[in-house]
């Protein structure tokens, strides 16, 4: 299958003798939102780090637009965990950083901070900033190049629930807004469920895809849409191995020995 | 907002209210200073401390003035203020260009490194009679020595301040293409700037230092040439002139650069005393 956007084929990434990533492919359609999805460990991250070209040592063939990954692609923006802004620069310089300190009277700086609600701050410093103010920033940078493809590596988890939300709905619109696609790893299955038009689950050692989801529901979307709850489930069961039972450790724990015991003065023997 | 402004509105008036209790609070740190000057003037007219030995405040102001009157006063602080600029300048800037090839080249850290440390590890006064001997006693010895002293404590904090630069914000250069001489001077110079500034404060005081170790040994002019003819004379009131002069300057240039650092890492989200 060809995609247009980005066409992506890893069939080997290695970090020193351990297998990370294994014959993972998928592609991506301008305009389509995609999430990536699994546990700890399962190369979601490194994906990203190969599409953004921050990551180079990989078997495969990775196509955006046609061209290799490379730094500094205009077709490509990156959004990390934590907003990265430069403590030394204004919330303005910080999302014209690609232009030099010129940028920041760019009339793009203006318009993106309005957007993301952050019109009034232009001139303050990251120090100023809460957490979600800072990662609202973060977008208006990753989004400032105009990429075709903006990058998202888990961008809400370090925020609280209520800011995640309101950030998850800023994100859609403000992507709508610029024709962006997405493409986004978390850990959240109903963030990904509720951002994204398909989401493909991965599982882990080596990583490698164990599924996809589509979601079929309209936009805007409710967050208590029934169809969004049930492909969640369908996201959790693919996730589990294709079972909907849980982690079970107490078979484990019950044959294990037990760490201790107590101890009967009287069966110690103090003669020497 | 609202909870902000009633605190402060309320200083306002009481300042302007007790304006003469205001005051007292803002000199309670000449306080000590003060009893001790009285005490001390006490004790000197009292002949409790012969006034050859420790001259009365009194006798200080005069003898400053007289300084300052004939101009010599002036030309001493000219010639060591321009002695600590030069030597600060020359040691500070071999120190920030060093520092940064050392810090930001694992090869040149490991190829010039350890002869530095050797190096910081002399006292930097034992320099002196080889200065002496190399370069005579006129200006060059005495601001290689200050250059000397200037140029480690600038080049341990730049180094450390270019090595302790978050692995993140450097990948964010990256993402953005930059390389080379581009990421130095947009991700690690100004990451590094606090240390650098910690380095520049401590520099310039150590410049101060080694000018008056300088001129102690050999000088006609300047202010550590000051110190040695008021005991040479046996006028300790010189002495002690030229000792509170010093304090003045050193306190005076490293003001100027805390200013500049305050206006330079303004963005720095560091605990804030507010203002005492």
């Not at chain 2, 230092?209 to 006609?220: C, G, N, Q, R």
Request: net charge neutral.
């Amino acid at each position: 299958m060809s995609h247009d956007l980005l066409d992506l084929a890893v069939t080997a990434k290695d970090f020193q003798s351990l297998s990370v990533i294994k014959n993972v492919r998928f592609g991506i359609d301008p305009g389509e939102i995609v999430s990536l999805v699994g546990p700890s460990g399962c190369g979601k991250s490194t994906l990203l780090r190969i599409i953004a070209g921050l990551d180079t040592s990989y078997r495969g063939n990775v196509r955006i637009n046609g061209k290799p990954p490379h730094l500094h692609s205009r077709d490509v923006g990156l959004i990390f965990q934590e907003p990265r802004l430069l403590p030394w620069l204004t919330v303005a310089e910080n999302v014209a950083f690609e232009l030099g300190r010129k940028g920041r009277h760019d009339p793009y700086v203006t318009q993106l901070l309005a957007e993301v609600g952050l019109g009034d701050f232009a001139t303050a410093y990251p120090k100023q900033l809460s957490g979600g103010m800072a990662q609202r920033v973060a977008i208006a940078r990753g989004l400032f190049s105009q990429p075709a493809l903006l990058l998202l590596d888990e961008p809400f988890s370090a925020v609280d629930a209520f800011t995640r939300r309101r950030l998850q709905d800023l994100l859609l619109s403000v992507a709508g807004h610029h024709g962006t696609t997405l493409l986004l790893v978390t850990h959240d299955v109903s963030e990904a469920v509720y951002l994204s038009d398909r989401v493909i689950a991965l599982a882990e050692r080596p990583g490698r895809i164990s599924g996809q989801v589509i979601v079929d529901a309209e936009r805007p979307r409710d967050r208590r849409n029934p169809t969004l709850v049930r492909r969640e489930a369908e996201v959790l069961t693919l996730l589990n191995d294709g079972t909907n039972g849980f982690f079970d450790l107490s078979y484990d724990l019950a044959s294990a020995p037990r760490p201790w015991h107590a101890t009967r003065l009287s069966s110690l023997n103090f003669a020497v | 907002m609202t909870e902000a402004s009633i605190p402060a509105s309320a200083a306002i008036a009481a300042t302007s209210r007790y304006d003469v209790r205001g005051l007292i609070r803002r000199t309670h740190g000449l306080l000590v200073p003060g009893i001790l000057v009285i005490i001390w003037e006490a004790v000197v007219r009292a002949g409790w401390v012969s006034a050859h030995l420790l001259p009365p405040p009194s006798e200080l102001v005069t003898t400053l003035a007289d300084l300052a009157g004939n101009g010599t006063l002036i030309g001493h602080i000219g010639v060591s203020s321009l002695r600590v600029l030069i030597g600060f300048c020359i040691g500070a800037g071999l120190a920030v260009a060093v520092g940064a090839a050392v810090g930001l080249s694992r090869r040149t850290e490991a190829l010039l490194d350890p002869t530095f440390q050797a190096l910081r590890a002399i006292p930097s006064l034992a320099w002196v009679p080889l200065l002496l001997l190399w370069l005579g006693i006129d200006e060059a010895p005495k601001i290689t020595l200050i250059a000397i002293g200037a140029f480690f404590p600038v080049y341990l904090n730049f180094v450390a301040g270019i090595q302790n630069v978050d692995r993140k914000l450097v990948e964010v250069g990256g993402i953005y293409g930059l390389t080379g001489y581009r990421l130095i001077a947009r991700i690690f110079l100004p990451a590094a700037l606090p240390n650098l500034f910690t380095g520049l404060r401590t520099g310039l005081s150590l410049s101060w230092m080694f000018l008056v170790a300088a001129e102690l040994i050999a000088a006609t002019r300047g202010l550590g040439y000051l110190l040695t003819d008021g005991r040479e004379t046996g006028r300790a009131d010189l002495v002690i002139v030229a000792i509170i002069v010093l304090a003045l300057l050193g306190k005076t240039s490293d003001s100027l650069l805390r200013w500049l650092e305050d206006r330079l890492l303004g963005w720095r989200d560091v605990h804030d005393s507010g203002p005492s």
